[in-house]
């Protein structure tokens, strides 16, 4: 049987992702990010979950996912203060 804390978190996903996203202003990458949700918050997501929570962070204009390489690069959006104000 799944443990409680396996099923549900203490914070939304869209919310430890954006604190993470703000903690980084320089941006950080899509790798570093599922690494310290999983290392820092104890959080394993499947892709699928976790590129629904961008999208949705990015549609709202808080953060701006841009791809570098091979690899995501995901930060704070320009716009973000007019938002939180």
Do not use: C
Not at 12 to 27: A, Q, S, Y
Request: proline share 4%; no cysteine.
């Amino acid at each position: 049987m799944p443990r409680f804390s396996e099923i549900w978190r203490n914070q939304p996903l869209f919310r430890l992702i954006l604190e993470e996203v703000l903690n980084h202003t320089g941006g950080i990458s899509e790798k570093d990010l599922l690494e310290t949700l999983k290392k820092d918050h104890g959080i394993e997501v499947s892709k699928s979950e976790f590129y629904e929570e961008l999208m949705k962070l990015e549609l709202r204009g808080f953060i701006v996912v841009a791809r570098v390489g091979r690899e995501l690069v995901i930060k704070v959006s320009p716009n973000i203060t007019k938002l939180l104000s």
